[in-house]
């Protein structure tokens, strides 16, 4: 029971789009947009770029012309990325152009994004290991770099239940998990990227950017909440049993519109 096989990946990324936009922290951008004034199109690399919540996010939201290069690993979210920017204009009205480069972003190169002003990336970093977190930072350094909605394993759930601690614990046991040979950060992200930043002599702010989900965003909390609960019945299979139970009175709750979620990430602004 997880996000993907309840939900195809797009239609997830498509339902939390709105509490992706609610929970950015927009004050960060105080600091990039005087750096990316000028006559000549602003360049922004998105990487991992998914559907492209996170460019048509920003693009409104900053001055003058911008060219988005959005990578991904996968042709057909990069279609719909490009798709879903048509008729996006700048903060100041000004257009914005599009291109998509499809292949490994963790193996991009300074090189690959030495034409970029600003680098962004959205509900990425929990997916990487230690080695693409430097490989990633290596190649961002020189340029403003906003990395949104790195999870950073904490949840709280109204009203609260015996089993949410040992739910949470398991879930984030399963976003450091080893997957082909990869050993995953999850929530040890975040930190993880700071420090090799600060490492390379950048500077780094840091701001809390937390879902917070009601009875308006019902449909997202249950969604979310069966790939939590999946994910750390995949990683502990002693809880499927006692999750049966839980589970139906969690979706019970946010159907009635009960449940309250609070999912806490962390926005990071390198070099800005």
């Given amino acids: ?8 990946f797009a239609d997830w990324l498509r ?7 609610a929970a950015r922290a927009e004050d960060l951008l105080d600091a990039v947009r005087p750096r990316l004034t000028g006559a000549t199109p602003t360049v922004i690399h998105d990487l991992g770029s998914g559907t492209g919540s996170m460019s048509r996010w920003l693009a409104t939201r900053l001055p003058g012309p911008q060219h988005w290069v959005l ?8 279609a719909r990325a490009a798709a879903g920017m048509t008729g996006v204009v700048a903060a100041d009205g000004a257009p ?3 291109r998509t480069r499809c292949g490994d972003l963790t193996r991009l190169s300074a090189a690959d994004l030495a034409d970029g002003s600003l680098v962004t990336a ?6 990487l290991t230690a080695e693409e977190i430097e490989r990633v930072v290596a190649a961002c350094v020189g340029r403003p770099t906003l990395f949104a909605l790195s999870v950073t394993g904490r949840v709280r759930l109204t009203p609260t239940d015996a089993l949410d601690a040992a739910v949470e614990a398991a879930f984030n046991d399963h976003q450091r998990r080893t997957v082909d040979g990869r050993r995953l950060l999850g929530p040890d992200a975040v930190a993880a990227t700071a420090a090799a930043f600060a490492r390379r002599g950048v500077d780094v702010r840091e701001r809390p950017s937390p879902w917070r989900l009601g009875p308006e965003q019902a449909d997202l909390a249950a969604e979310w ?13 002693d809880l499927a049993a006692p999750a049966e139970a839980y589970a139906r009175r969690r979706l019970a709750d946010a159907a009635a519109g009960r449940l309250g979620v609070l999912v806490e990430h962390s926005d990071l602004l390198a070099g800005g």
Avoid at 122 to 127: F, N, P, R, T
Avoid at 227 to 232: H, K, N, T
């Fill in 1 to 8: 029971m997880t996000v993907e096989e309840t939900l195809p």
């Fill in 15 to 21: 339902l939390r789009e709105p509490a992706d936009a």
């Fill in 71 to 78: 990578h991904d690993r996968d042709a057909d979210l990069l």
């Fill in 96 to 98: 914005v152009t599009v």
């Fill in 122 to 127: 959205s509900a990425l970093l929990d997916m």
């Fill in 225 to 237: 909440f069966r790939g939590w609960l999946g994910a750390a019945c995949a990683q502990r299979p």
